[in-house]
């Protein structure tokens, strides 16, 4: 929950906001939890005390409608409503020369999904991931950021205007990979897809329709995640797996082999 007069964002949920106390406490303005938690959060309330932060104790029911969620897990961190910044050609210029894989979602619309997304890209250690500014991606919410238990806090979020012209950018500098029902190559290929110069970029879709035709062609390649009994024709019992849960298998082929 964003509380807009203040510009900020409640960050709840105890594994993100001890990420959060470990690697970033100065994002940290205001804090509050339960009596349960009181002793679990010592030195960071020292730390507020110090920089004249705001530290108090509250029922679990206001921590609710601070952050607007039943799963605060009795703490809520507020901190500075992130900007997340304008991808250019200079970073993509970088991304190429240091070959640093990264993360396009297509419309990936559910909160819970697209922090599950970080949370998987953070445990690989792929700490780029691009959003199309478009009313149909998740952003940066209080939801996101529990679900991705302390992820966003090793990944670097950029936003694109146009998922057609960032794709036309990375033409010859990123391997462009795409994931659909009707592709030709398994996820297992995506080692030998890896193995060039080229960083790999991994595009996700929007969890009803996949990814657009227009970002279809723009990709380099396309894979699916076979199911049991593929190689023998047979039909599997239900679609696709859930988006979160198939970048976890496409980050493990990426990043092990």
């Not at 991304?95 to 990264?102: I, L, M, T, V």
């Not at 297992?188 to 035709?213: F, M, Q, T």
């Amino acid at each position: 929950m964003k509380n807009k007069q203040k510009n900020e964002l409640a960050v709840c949920g105890f594994a993100a906001v001890k990420k959060l106390e470990k690697n970033h406490p100065e994002k940290i303005t205001r804090l509050y939890f339960t009596e349960e938690k009181a002793p679990l959060f010592g030195g960071l309330c020292k730390r507020l005390a110090k920089n004249h932060g705001i530290y108090n104790q509250k029922p679990a029911a206001d921590l609710e409608k601070l952050c607007g969620s039943v799963h605060h897990q009795g703490v809520v961190a507020m901190i500075q409503a992130p900007e997340i910044q304008q991808l250019d050609s200079e970073v993509l210029e970088q991304w190429a020369e240091n070959k640093e894989n990264a993360v396009l979602l297509d419309r990936i619309g559910n909160a819970n999904n697209f922090g599950a997304i970080v949370r998987n890209a953070a445990f690989f250690g792929i700490k780029n991931i691009i959003i199309p500014m478009d009313e149909a991606q998740s952003s940066i919410t209080t939801s996101s950021y529990r679900v991705a238990e302390g992820g966003m806090e090793f990944v670097n979020i950029y936003s694109v205007q146009s998922t057609a012209r960032f794709l036309e950018a990375a033409k010859n500098k990123m391997i462009r990979v795409g994931t659909a029902l009707e592709a030709k190559k398994s996820v297992r290929d995506l080692g030998k897809i890896a193995s060039s110069e080229k960083p790999v970029l991994i595009i996700l879709g929007n969890e009803e329709k996949g990814i657009s035709d227009l970002v279809k062609s723009n990709c380099d390649e396309m894979i699916i995640i076979p199911w049991a009994g593929m190689s023998e024709g047979k039909e599997s019992l239900i679609d696709s797996l859930n988006v979160a849960q198939a970048s976890s298998i496409l980050f493990y082929e990426l990043m092990t082999r």
